[in-house]
């Protein structure tokens, strides 16, 4: 047991794993470019911009080196945060805390969502901790902290701290990460952003978000930078206004030392001021809810603004701006129809997406969809947090569910089959819809240069290897300047490909 001091000023702050086979973790595309994490945690380093200079903070991220004992033996409290599908890490993180009699507070995503549940914190921090962190802390070296805390009121952000960038191992990690905004002004009944962080986008402003760019540029990160809003365009009037004219101002300043990669609405295809902007800012990716081609589907699920847009229409123009839509698709509503599976397949192939995050639906806690099945008796268990490349649902589904797990199986074997033809086709018309455009195209270093030598090592004999080596060979002819990209599209097949080998294996 370890003695507890007066006054907790050693603050550990630990980041659970993700586990490898998820859509997100692109651990299977990592080893190719060096790198141990795909993001950084940014929650746990804007919380760690909120202590006052007398805490010693320390981070692990449990993604790029291990929690070991002696991080717990210097800590006088540890402070986790997690998403739903990092819990069993997160469970067994409380666990070693427990064995050292250390203080556990929790926030973030899973905790805010599930605290109920969850067994071994001590204390709580519900939610957005801008409002309530400095009493929290004052209360525990006081030895008088509740259980649990959570803000009456959602923070102004408009004059935020800078996260500290400074603790995180940057080099270990495929991308870093800022925030512009939170809130999302639709309300999608599977979605609990809405409801955990409001209707109405809450924005930092520009020069708060440009002082962070800084701050990164100044600590020598180059390269990917993803706005991790969960919606980048909520208030597109101030966002054009006020942001994006001093954004694309420092990136031309600085000879374009990032790319920016983000989430949006299907509406971004309605602003070509805005795509303009983003275009010549920098952006070359873009996430999209584009969820499903059932209308009646997408009218259940309240997703009214894919319903006002023709989504291959709008997905094409995006991409002509220079942006790659990735796209997320979900399978299990309770309107889709017996051929959704075909569909779905026509869908994303026809939208020419090779990132395509299809999954099926799940009811996290929290949202409206949580709370009409409850309602309706369908709840069978809480979540797992994975949605994709997963073969369960937490609710009694309309569909059979044998017949939702089989479709769901066609649809991933389909659009990542095992000699990735389909994925290699997309990637083909992405290029052809993009074209050649200035901040497409990456530039190339000796680091691109390992990871196209990687890549050639090891691609050209898997399952896929002849279909991967015509994509490298077209895309060499045909479209020069556009090489790198495709370099970098053959190593994240490879981790689509490798997920949905394991998944197929798995048993319903």
């Given at each position: ?204 402003s520009a020069a708060n978000l440009i002082s962070e760019l ?12 993803f706005l991790v809003d969960d919606n980048f365009i909520g ?72 319903l006002k847009s023709d989504i291959p229409t709008a997905v ?193």
């Open positions: 047991m370890k003695p507890v001091r007066t006054k907790p000023n050693r603050i550990l702050l630990v980041y659970p794993v993700i586990p490898q086979n998820t859509f997100w973790s692109y651990s299977y595309s990592l080893p190719f470019i060096n790198k141990k994490s795909s993001i950084a945690p940014l929650g746990l380093i804007t919380l760690a911009s909120l202590f006052p200079p007398q805490f010693e903070l320390k981070l692990i991220d449990m993604n790029v080196e291990p929690l070991k004992n002696k991080d717990l033996k210097w800590a006088d409290a540890v402070f986790i945060s997690a998403m739903i599908v990092q819990k069993e890490s997160f469970n067994n993180v409380i666990e070693r805390c427990k064995q050292y009699a250390l203080i556990v507070v929790a926030g973030g995503p899973y905790p805010t969502s599930s605290w109920e549940e969850i067994k071994g914190v001590d204390h709580f921090v519900i939610g957005e901790a801008e409002d309530i962190l400095k009493n929290f802390l004052l209360d525990l070296e006081k030895g008088v902290a509740s259980a649990k805390y959570q803000a009456k009121n959602r923070p102004d952000l408009s004059h935020t701290l800078i996260p500290r960038f400074d603790l995180l191992k940057m080099n270990a990690y495929g991308s870093m990460s800022v925030q512009y905004s939170r809130g999302c002004p639709f309300k999608c009944e599977f979605c609990d952003i809405w409801k955990v962080y409001g209707n109405k986008p809450r924005l930092k800084d701050t990164l540029y100044t600590l020598g990160w180059r390269g990917a930078v208030n597109k009037h101030r966002l054009k206004k006020e942001l994006m004219l001093p954004l694309m101002a420092w990136q031309k300043k600085r000879k374009y030392p990032f790319r920016f990669f983000t989430e949006a609405s299907i509406n971004l295809a309605d602003d070509d001021d805005l795509l303009r902007f983003m275009q010549l800012s920098g952006f070359n990716e873009v996430f999209i809810g584009l969820e499903t081609p059932s209308e009646e589907s997408l009218r259940e699920t309240g997703k009214t603004q894919n094409a123009k995006i991409q002509s701006y220079g942006m790659e839509v990735m796209g997320g698709f979900i399978l299990g509503f309770d309107n889709d129809p017996d051929d959704i599976f075909n569909r779905m397949c026509t869908f994303i192939n026809e939208l020419a997406i090779p990132t395509a995050m299809v999954g099926i639906l799940i009811a996290l806690p929290g949202t409206q969809l949580y709370k009409r099945l409850e309602r309706e008796g369908r709840i069978l268990k809480s979540t797992s947090g994975n949605n994709t490349h997963c073969l369960e649902t937490n609710f009694i589904t309309r569909m059979d569910q044998t017949q939702l797990i089989k479709g769901y199986r066609n649809v991933l074997g389909t659009i990542y089959d095992k000699r990735l033809k389909s994925y290699f086709d997309r990637c083909n018309r992405l290029l052809d819809n993009i074209g050649e455009q200035p901040f497409f195209n990456r530039e190339v270093h000796w680091k691109e240069i390992k990871m196209g030598i990687k890549s050639l090592v090891r691609q050209p004999f898997t399952s896929y290897g002849y279909q991967y080596l015509k994509f490298l060979v077209h895309n060499l002819l045909k479209k020069n300047k556009n090489f790198a990209e495709t370099v970098r599209m053959g190593i994240l097949g490879h981790h689509l490909h490798t997920i949905t080998r394991q998944t197929l294996t798995l048993r319903d």
